[in-house]
């Protein structure tokens, strides 16, 4: 399968935990909160195969000037572009570079000391969906010669691009993206995006506990303590979208005090992220396996969302699991 295909058709975003999003300042792009030129600067990195020429041909879309490959020490010079009417820039540095990698922090910091407006993407993958995408495509993987094996290579990359890692604004694991799900999700960041989000991209994803916590949470809610549809014969092959598990989960008496509360929070603390400049916002809802009571609750968070004028994105991580 190509550098950003999956073959999973449920999608996942997943977001480093310690990434934080600063104040923003006008005129300046959300993810950063730099001031610059209004023109943006994205620097799409990460890990092979995770989807990066796919990334760069939706900002192609969104009328970006993309460059692939683009030398690390060129940075500063393709940024250039940018100022005065000049369109938006997205482009690709990785560890094709090479040796070219040891210019890069200067690069970042020269752009950082010019207030260049500018947004690192970064995206990566699991190790077996990795593997998977390249023994698919039978591409060698940029390390391959250097490191030999696939999996030694990704493992690799993975060192020599922590510290850009650390440093990206966004990150984005695509193992459960479909490029129709990454692409929404791109747009919903990086185009223009009316309303009363006012920038800030929702998502409210379920998944099971036992299957691991979202790397992207923000809020997390536990909601194990609702009735659990498992236990019923009829209704445990069943999942959260279908009306018997919801009609069940609903007859417990502390499910709607409970989405009623979880709601007026949300709802309360939304404006005041927006307002802090925050650009994405991730709201966990966690049951055992995840195909259950927090798919239910998600969908009953996620509509009453929509009441109130916002547009999340909704994710069942582990619904077929």
């Not at 009328?63 to 250039?80: E, K």
Request: proline content about 7%.
């Amino acid at each position: 399968m190509a550098e950003g295909t999956v073959d999973k058709s449920l999608p996942a975003v997943t977001d480093h935990p310690s990434v934080t999003s600063t104040p923003a300042v006008a005129g300046a792009h959300p993810l950063n909160g730099r001031r610059g030129s209004a023109a943006r600067f994205v620097i799409i990195t990460g890990i092979s195969g995770s989807g990066k020429s796919q990334a760069l041909r939706i900002f192609e879309d969104l009328g970006y000037y993309c460059v692939d490959n683009l030398p690390p020490a060129l940075l500063p010079q393709l940024a250039d572009l940018g100022n005065g009417r000049s369109p938006n820039i997205a482009c690709v540095v990785d560890v094709r570079a090479g040796t070219g990698l040891d210019s890069l922090e200067p690069a970042l910091n020269a752009l950082e000391d010019r207030e260049v407006n500018t947004t690192i993407l970064f995206l990566e993958a699991s190790d077996p969906v990795l593997v998977n995408r390249f023994k698919e495509t039978r591409r060698k993987h940029p390390l391959l010669l250097e490191v030999g094996g696939i999996l030694p290579s990704i493992q690799r990359e993975r060192e020599l691009l922590t510290d850009l890692k650390d440093r990206a604004h966004k990150i984005i694991d695509t193992s459960d993206h479909t490029p129709r799900s990454l692409s929404t999700l791109i747009t919903e960041l990086f185009g223009d995006q009316p309303g009363p989000q006012a920038g800030l991209v929702i998502t409210v994803v379920s998944f099971g506990f036992k299957h691991g916590l979202p790397l992207d949470a923000d809020l997390v809610f536990d909601v194990r303590f609702l009735a659990n549809p498992h236990y019923v014969r009829e209704l445990r092959w069943q999942d959260g979208l279908q009306s018997p598990v919801e009609e069940f989960i609903r007859q417990d008496p502390v499910t709607q005090p409970f989405l009623d509360k979880l709601s007026d929070l949300v709802n309360f603390t939304i404006p005041h992220y927006i307002q802090e400049g925050k650009a994405y916002l991730t709201i966990a809802i966690g049951c055992t396996g995840g195909r259950h009571r927090s798919v239910m609750v998600a969908e009953d968070l996620a509509l009453f969302l929509r009441s109130r004028g916002y547009e999340p994105l909704v994710q069942h991580r582990d619904i077929k699991k």
